[in-house]
Antibody
Framework: EVQLVESGGGLVQPGGSLRLSCAAS????????MAWVRQTPVKGLEWVAA????????HHVDSLKGRFTISRDNAKNSLYLQMNNLRAEDTAVYYC??????????WGQGTQVTVSS | EIGLTQSPATLSLSPGDRATLSCRVS??????LAWYQQKPGQAPRLLIY???NRAPGIPARFSGSGSGTDFALTISSLEPEDFAFYYC???????FGQGTRLEIK
């Protein structure tokens, strides 16, 4: 059974940093592109970033470039999202997902990130 | 930027009814569109990809159609578990519609 389990969310002050993690199991992690997608009540679902199988090719949504960085560790079956200089508008549920042909087959349960003073 | 507009925002139907949800795209995307279902407190679940292909495990009552700029998700006979939010998504660039809430009448 495919499982994606996110962690690392929480409450952070504006300007702070967080690193989200996603532990994958039930499939060959290194064979798949992976992505982060976030969701807010106002903006809805928003693709954040994606990374190829070996981590050498990364894509980030233009509006977040320079603040968010996706990475992975295939030896640990893990996906990461480093988020710096966080703003109130980054408050969202962040999902880890398997990205295949730019669709999302499998999703984690999500982790809440709240940016507030 | 290509926009996706879903309609209606809310659809009120009864179990056994047929549901048709619409997704209109601001410019042609061929057939590169997906549909997701999301229930409260859960992650989205892929239902349909490339307009009309059901994802593994998705019941046959779910079907997708369309091409170019107009797409539809049809649920032939609503089951109680189908009442949820539904989102369309285009492939390139990756963007989502704002969703349709399918509620029990």
């Amino acid at each position: 059974e495919v499982q994606l389990v996110e962690s690392g969310g929480g409450l952070v002050q504006p300007g702070g940093s967080l690193r989200l993690s996603c532990a994958a199991s039930g499939f060959t992690f290194s064979d798949h592109w992976m992505a982060w997608v976030r969701q807010t009540p106002v903006k809805g679902l928003e693709w954040v970033a994606a990374i190829n199988k070996d981590g050498g090719d990364k894509h980030h949504v233009d509006s977040l470039k320079g603040r968010f960085t996706i990475s992975r560790d295939n030896a640990k079956n893990s996906l990461y999202l480093q988020m710096n200089n966080l703003r109130a508008e980054d408050t969202a549920v962040y999902y880890c997902a398997n990205q295949r042909y730019n669709y999302f087959d499998y999703w984690g349960q999500g982790t809440q990130v709240t940016v507030s003073s | 930027e290509i926009g996706l507009t879903q309609s209606p925002a809310t659809l009120s139907l009864s179990p056994g009814d047929r549901a048709t949800l619409s997704c209109r795209v601001s410019q042609s995307i061929d057939t590169y569109l997906a549909w997701y279902q999301q229930k409260p407190g859960q992650a989205p679940r892929l239902l349909i990809y490339d307009t009309s292909n059901r994802a593994p495990g998705i019941p046959a009552r779910f079907s997708g159609s369309g091409s170019g700029t107009d797409f539809a998700l049809t649920i032939s006979s609503l089951e109680p578990e189908d009442f949820a939010f539904y989102y369309c998504q285009q492939r390139s660039p990756i963007t989502f519609g704002q969703g349709t809430r399918l509620e029990i009448k």
